[in-house]
């Protein structure tokens, strides 16, 4: 089974699944410059809006959706109130909240809504790609574009042992909730603490182990390089029209 970015399966017969990694990367990349440059609120949010719609249409569940977009979302909403009262010269309101007076401004306001918009698009972006790509494929066309091999494959042993530690994690918390030792707040901290040292104590045995098993298989410190199909034309070439009509759009707009 292919990994995700959520550790969610979906169908894998979606059109946009089967493009390859790189034209996916490289397009949203480029759309990423786009939002993050652009000065005015309608193009990030119609890419966050082309981006949702999307995943949904990926298959990808509400449920998974809305835990992803969560805390994109409340940066979102802490920028924008930042922004609005701290930041500004144009009065808009104010508001008396136990003796302190705080005050909206319409500057800090637009100011505000354009970063929260530019956070929502590129999240949007970036969710796509997550939720249409494997991740050992997305790794391979980051290696492809010159990422720093480092960085690649330390990317792909923390994605692999990450699930190793939440299952140990699971197998622990289970044995402790049996033991009821999540039953009032205090018991529940001091097992929360437990939890925390033994997973700690875990990975470190395990990347021991790990590292001997590798070392004994010949490993010297590269990861072997995946081998990329050949890319399709029909893909770049509909990447670069999509991209292209949605660049003039921006100026447009």
């Known amino acids: 089974m292919h ?34 440059s652009s000065q ?19 298959g ?11 805390e994109p979302l409340f940066i979102a909403v802490m920028v924008l109130a930042l922004k609005t009262f701290f930041s500004g010269t144009i009065l ?27 956070i929502l698009g590129g999240v949007s972006l970036l969710a796509v790609v997550g939720f249409s790509t494997p991740f050992t494929e997305l790794m391979a066309a980051l290696s492809w574009l010159r990422v720093p091999q480092v960085l690649v494959d330390v990317a792909l042993f923390a994605w692999r042992y990450l699930f190793l530690l939440l ?12 033991r009821l030792g999540y039953v009032g707040c205090r018991r529940a901290l001091s097992s929360l603490g437990t939890l925390a040292g033994v997973l700690v104590i875990k990975a470190f045995d395990n990347s021991q182990s790990i590292t001997t098993a590798m070392v004994q298989r010949g490993y010297d410190g590269a990861m072997p390089a ?20 949605i660049a003039v759009l921006r100026l447009m707009s």
């Open 3 to 36: 990994h995700h970015f959520n550790a969610y399966r979906h169908h894998e017969a979606h059109p946009l699944a089967s493009v390859d990694a790189r034209v996916k990367l490289v397009s949203a990349l480029a759309l990423l410059v786009m939002v993050l």
């Open 40 to 58: 005015g609120i309608a193009f990030p949010l119609a890419v966050a809006a082309l981006g949702l719609g999307l995943c949904l249409h990926l």
């Open 60 to 70: 990808t569940p509400v449920r998974i959706l809305l835990l992803r977009f969560s």
């Open 92 to 118: 808009m309101f104010s508001i008396g909240v136990a003796g302190w007076e705080l005050v909206g401004h319409r500057d800090g306001l637009a100011a505000g809504l354009l970063i929260a918009g530019r």
């Open 167 to 178: 299952e140990d994690a699971q197998v622990v918390y289970n044995a402790q909730k049996n």
């Open 226 to 245: 995946s081998v990329h199909r050949p890319l399709r034309a029909v893909e770049v070439g509909s990447a670069f029209l999509l991209v292209s009509a």
